[in-house]
């Protein structure tokens, strides 16, 4: 019977963690609120409210800003919203071409950011950089603020030493990130706490908690960056498998591009991320004589509609839509989440034309997806990393209510 007592104790510790999460995600997603209206969000009585608010006001996360005045009867509600100030995260963002660096507030803002663009080099001279850059954003903070970090996100692609021959990169160097735990290395020289996931569980996770997951729990991100990114979103939380790549749409087997400036596939099928990405349209860009260096470069070629972006356009989609058809096929989410790394109009294109091709073709008795811009476009990446330690320290997850329901079932089979 101990055991059982002690079982209840904890079990009554995570659900108040969840319960304090949940009624910060409402905040999040409305704003500011009375306690009476939190109340009738999250479910919860009024009494558990109140003590919850005051644990919340102590740990210095939300602040009181106001009071209601209309449309109200008898004395003024007492307003409540998140204390940007209550938390604070930091993100790097690891690609095969960018290096970057920020600083994230607990209301979404970033304070500070640290960019390079440039190959990404040896992991030892990378670890330097990233912590002299995360030396240089924490300056956007105060000693005493710097007490409410949260700790240290890391947005990658895994297998960065994979794919470079379709990436048109063939730089050894890469193959040594495939032999070391960046993640790990950073914590070890920070002594901070790291969250690492994959860019775009990464940026799906931005989504859910500071985006689109204001209005959906379920959706498909798809990220079109230097490769193809993509996350999945279900029930309010995101899916990872057992290897971290679920959602990895850029490897699905598509059939080869018939753009003049593609690589002949190794193999029968090629894959979404050499028809897919930025550097396919870099590519074909360069191979109709234009001049691509950068995305600044991009964005100019996109702004002055020139051709070879649109014929990029039709082959990108006619590869990526009957693969988001087959992810939704999967997956059965109602929303697809459309962002990208560059813009001068790129977004709205692919979104119209991928939503254009997924009505079209959609089976009988199946919908075509509700198609969303995303909230941060070239922010993405920096927003997705700094969110993963804020996501994992705040969100009320699934997995947290579901070890409270374990809790109960052992401590009815111990009774």
Same mark, same amino acid.
């Given at each position: 019977m101990a055991t059982a007592q002690i079982g209840r104790g904890r079990n009554s510790v995570r659900l108040r963690r969840y319960n304090e999460r949940l009624l910060l995600q409402v905040l999040r997603r409305s704003g500011e609120a009375s306690k009476a209206d939190l109340a009738r969000r999250t479910h919860l009585t009024s009494t558990a409210i109140g003590s919850i608010i005051q644990s919340l006001e102590a740990s210095e996360l939300i602040v009181y800003t106001g009071r209601r005045t209309e449309g109200q009867r008898g004395q003024p509600a007492t307003l409540i919203d998140l204390n940007p100030k209550g938390a604070f995260g930091i993100g790097v963002r690891l690609d095969r071409d960018t290096i970057e660096t920020a600083l994230l507030d607990f209301g979404g803002q970033i304070l500070a950011r640290r960019v390079h663009d440039r190959i990404l080099p040896s992991p030892d001279e990378t670890l330097k950089l990233v912590q002299a850059d995360i030396e240089e954003v924490l300056k956007a903070i105060t000693p005493e603020e710097r007490e409410r970090l949260t700790g240290i996100g890391v947005a990658q692609p895994f297998n960065l030493g994979a794919w470079l021959r379709e990436l048109n990169l063939p730089n050894e160097?890469?193959?040594?990130?495939?032999?070391? =735990?960046? $993640? #790990?290395?950073?914590?070890?020289?920070?002594? %901070?706490?790291? #969250?690492?996931?994959?860019?775009?569980?990464?940026?799906?996770?931005?989504?859910? #908690?500071?985006?689109?997951?204001?209005?959906?729990?379920?959706?498909?991100?798809? #990220?079109? /960056? @230097? *490769?193809? /990114?993509? /996350?999945?979103?279900?029930?309010? =939380?995101?899916?990872?498998? *057992?290897?971290?790549?679920?959602? !990895?749409?850029?490897?699905? @087997?598509? @059939?080869?591009?018939?753009?003049?400036?593609?690589?002949?596939?190794?193999?029968?099928? !090629?894959?979404?991320?050499?028809?897919?990405?930025?550097?396919?349209?870099?590519?074909?860009?360069?191979?109709?004589?234009?001049?691509?260096? &950068?995305?600044?470069?991009?964005?100019?070629?996109?702004?002055?509609?020139?051709?070879?972006?649109?014929?990029?356009?039709? !082959?990108?989609?006619?590869?990526?839509?009957? $693969?988001?058809? &087959?992810?939704?096929?999967?997956? +059965?989410? @109602?929303?697809?989440?459309? +962002?990208?790394?560059?813009?001068?109009? %790129?977004? +709205?294109?692919?979104?119209?034309?991928?939503?254009?091709?997924?009505?079209?073709?959609?089976?009988?008795?199946?919908? $075509?997806?509700?198609?969303?811009?995303? &909230?941060? /476009? &070239? +922010?993405a990446g920096a927003v997705g990393a700094a969110s993963l330690p804020m996501f994992f320290s705040f969100s009320p997850r699934a997995e947290i209510l579901g070890s409270v329901t374990r809790s109960i079932e052992d401590m009815r089979d111990a009774d």
């Open positions: 160097d890469f193959r040594a990130w495939d032999e070391v =735990d960046f $993640a #790990f290395e950073l914590g070890e020289a920070t002594g %901070l706490p790291v #969250f690492s996931e994959n860019d775009g569980n990464a940026a799906a996770i931005a989504e859910l #908690f500071y985006g689109c997951g204001r209005e959906f729990d379920d959706f498909l991100y798809l #990220f079109m /960056g @230097p *490769v193809i /990114g993509c /996350g999945v979103a279900l029930n309010g =939380d995101c899916l990872r498998g *057992v290897t971290g790549n679920a959602g !990895d749409i850029a490897v699905m @087997p598509v @059939p080869p591009s018939r753009l003049a400036s593609a690589q002949a596939p190794a193999h029968k099928w !090629d894959m979404l991320l050499s028809r897919a990405s930025l550097n396919a349209l870099g590519r074909h860009l360069r191979h109709m004589g234009a001049d691509v260096t &950068s995305h600044a470069d991009l964005e100019r070629h996109i702004r002055a509609h020139h051709p070879a972006v649109e014929e990029w356009v039709e !082959d990108c989609i006619d590869a990526l839509a009957p $693969a988001v058809r &087959s992810a939704l096929c999967m997956l +059965d989410v @109602p929303v697809v989440v459309f +962002d990208a790394d560059v813009d001068g109009g %790129l977004i +709205d294109l692919l979104q119209r034309r991928l939503a254009k091709a997924l009505a079209d073709n959609a089976p009988e008795a199946r919908e $075509a997806p509700e198609l969303v811009r995303g &909230s941060f /476009g &070239s +922010d």
